[in-house]
């Protein structure tokens, strides 16, 4: 079972990032996955959780509504998360993270990506 | 400021025990399972506890979870200086409906 990232990112205010995360050694979409991001020296921030079935709405942290769109590709087994208006405050590294039980969101992350570092930098 | 409260930092020596705690609320810990996440210096967080007190396969039992109410609790037993990380607690919050974390202990072995 392993969750592999994008590379690390830099953009400029007001711009926006996607960062992918794709799967393997699991049915993709029997796990809900979840994007947690760390700023720098920080704790764990929790973005929202997708379905990569497609069943059921994808759920965001309220903080990030409106910014923030996670999408899923079933053919690459692969989530994406995009975050727009960047700003300074939006430099962190973003894990991708599987839940740890089929078809639920409750019970906690049991695999992580590596992490996706992004700058937001003029 | 976390949803859940944890010490910045524990330390203790090589082969004593630590505990760390997670205190929540009803709409979080006192009402859902509670995990437990590793982060050694410049990695990803592991998984190291669920459901309140189990361990995945891989997990020594050095390791263990507890809860009571809306407080949990990480014990580490005979520390090695490998065990030196960040630790966090985390659960779903019903009135939130999002995922929070305590913001991280540190832990130091002297």
């Known amino acids: 079972v392993q969750l592999v990232q994008s590379g690390a990112e830099v953009r400029k205010p007001g711009a926006s990032v996607k960062v992918s995360c794709k799967a393997s050694?699991?049915?993709?979409?029997?796990?809900?996955m979840h994007w947690v991001r760390q700023a720098p020296g920080q704790g764990l921030e929790w973005m929202g959780i997708?379905?990569?079935?497609?069943?059921?709405?994808?759920t965001y942290a309220q903080k990030f509504q409106g910014r923030v769109t996670m999408t899923r590709d079933t053919s690459t087994s692969t989530v994406h998360m995009e975050l727009s208006s960047l700003t300074s405050e939006d430099t962190a590294v973003y894990y991708c993270a599987r839940s740890v039980r089929p078809h639920s969101h409750l019970g906690g992350m049991d695999v992580w990506g590596q992490g996706t570092t992004v700058t937001v930098s003029s | 400021q976390s949803v859940l409260t944890q010490p910045p930092s524990v330390s203790a020596a090589p082969g004593q025990k630590v505990t760390i705690s997670c205190s929540g609320s009803?709409?979080?810990?006192?009402?859902?399972?509670v995990s437990w996440y590793q982060q050694l210096p410049g990695t990803a967080p592991t998984f190291l506890i669920y459901d309140n007190n189990k361990r995945p396969s891989g997990i020594p039992d050095r390791f263990s979870g507890s809860k009571s109410g809306t407080s949990a609790t990480l014990g580490i037993t005979g520390l090695q200086t490998g065990d030196e990380a960040d630790y966090y607690c985390?659960?779903?919050?019903?009135?939130?409906?999002?995922?929070?974390f305590g913001g991280g202990t540190k832990l130091t072995v002297l």
């Open positions: 009803s709409s979080n810990i006192g009402n859902n399972f």
């Open positions: 985390g659960t779903w919050d019903n009135s939130l409906s999002a995922v929070v």
């Open positions: 050694g699991y049915g993709f979409t029997s796990y809900h």
């Open positions: 997708i379905n990569p079935s497609g069943g059921g709405p994808t």
